[in-house]
């Protein structure tokens, strides 16, 4: 029963997250994975810098101990000196407690020692974390410019397409038959003007037939010839004024 109910609640996951891909719009997607991307990469720079902060912190403590180490170490070599110089002296109180104030240098130069080696290990360390958070941050940043100009492709390709469809959408409403619609097609314009101008035609050729229409054209037919015998007889009296000359 549990699994069962496991995987109808699977199904209707992965049904509801289909129906929302479906649905979603891609400009909104494209924003969102942009600025999550931006936030990774904050948030990787925020963590690289605590690295390399962490190095350099190492380092300033790894310096403060050395200077330590090198003070402690002037400090036991003068209380030997002091002491030997008391010994020479015949001054065995002086000299005791100058070789006294060695010692506790040199118990503090070992433990001060001991912490500088310690520090020089983490300070490596914290050199080789410090240069992978460089590069992870120069990696993601390249990363990102790539998806920055995926970006304007994408929007660019996703604006082809919007526009493409309203194309695709008005061709459609054009060549689709539409009888009923508020407006005529181009269809039914066309037969329209086709059928007027065929019964025009129609028409016209009936009454180039009728007796009053050939009348007409015999007495064309005579005003023609007359004209052409009258533009006869004017190029021959040029000719024979030519001649004449």
């Given at each position: 029963?549990?699994?069962?109910?496991?995987?109808?609640?699977?199904?209707?996951?992965?049904?509801?997250?289909?129906?929302?891909?479906?649905?979603?719009?891609?400009?909104?997607?494209?924003?969102?994975?942009?600025?999550?991307?931006?936030?990774?990469?904050?948030?990787?720079?925020?963590?690289?810098?605590?690295?390399?902060?962490?190095?350099?912190?190492?380092?300033?403590?790894?310096?403060?101990?050395?200077?330590?180490?090198?003070?402690?170490?002037?400090?036991?070599?003068?209380?030997?000196?002091?002491?030997?110089?008391?010994?020479?002296?015949?001054?065995?109180?002086?000299?005791?407690?100058?070789?006294?104030?060695?010692?506790?240098?040199?118990?503090?130069?070992?433990?001060?020692?001991?912490?500088?080696?310690?520090?020089?290990?983490?300070?490596?360390?914290?050199?080789?974390?410090?240069?992978?958070?460089?590069?992870a941050v120069e990696t993601n940043a390249l990363e990102l410019r790539r998806r920055l100009t995926e970006r304007t492709r994408l929007l660019?390709?996703?604006?082809?397409?919007?526009?493409?469809?309203?194309?695709?959408?008005?061709?459609?409403?054009?060549?689709?038959?539409?009888?009923?619609?508020?407006?005529?097609?181009?269809?039914?314009?066309?037969?329209?003007?086709?059928?007027?101008?065929?019964?025009?035609?129609g028409v016209a050729e009936i009454g180039s037939t009728t007796i009053e229409v050939r009348a007409l054209n015999v007495q064309k037919a005579?005003?023609?010839?007359?004209?052409?015998?009258?533009?006869?007889?004017?190029?021959?009296?040029?000719?024979?004024?030519?001649?004449?000359?």
């Open positions: 029963m549990f699994r069962l109910l496991r995987r109808t609640w699977n199904y209707t996951v992965a049904l509801l997250g289909r129906r929302f891909e479906d649905a979603a719009d891609p400009e909104i997607q494209i924003e969102q994975a942009t600025e999550e991307g931006k936030r990774q990469h904050a948030m990787l720079v925020q963590q690289a810098a605590a690295v390399i902060g962490n190095q350099h912190e190492v380092e300033l403590k790894l310096g403060r101990t050395i200077d330590q180490v090198e003070s402690l170490r002037t400090s036991a070599r003068e209380a030997l000196r002091l002491s030997d110089e008391a010994k020479r002296a015949g001054d065995e109180p002086a000299a005791a407690g100058y070789e006294e104030t060695a010692q506790s240098f040199a118990v503090a130069l070992v433990s001060t020692e001991a912490q500088m080696r310690d520090l020089k290990v983490l300070h490596d360390h914290a050199v080789d974390g410090a240069a992978a958070a460089k590069d660019s390709q996703l604006d082809q397409a919007k526009l493409q469809e309203h194309m695709n959408s008005a061709l459609g409403s054009m060549s689709a038959l539409a009888p009923e619609a508020d407006v005529p097609s181009f269809d039914r314009i066309r037969d329209k003007i086709e059928r007027r101008y065929s019964q025009a035609l005579s005003l023609d010839a007359e004209a052409a015998l009258q533009l006869a007889r004017l190029r021959s009296g040029l000719l024979e004024a030519d001649g004449s000359e």
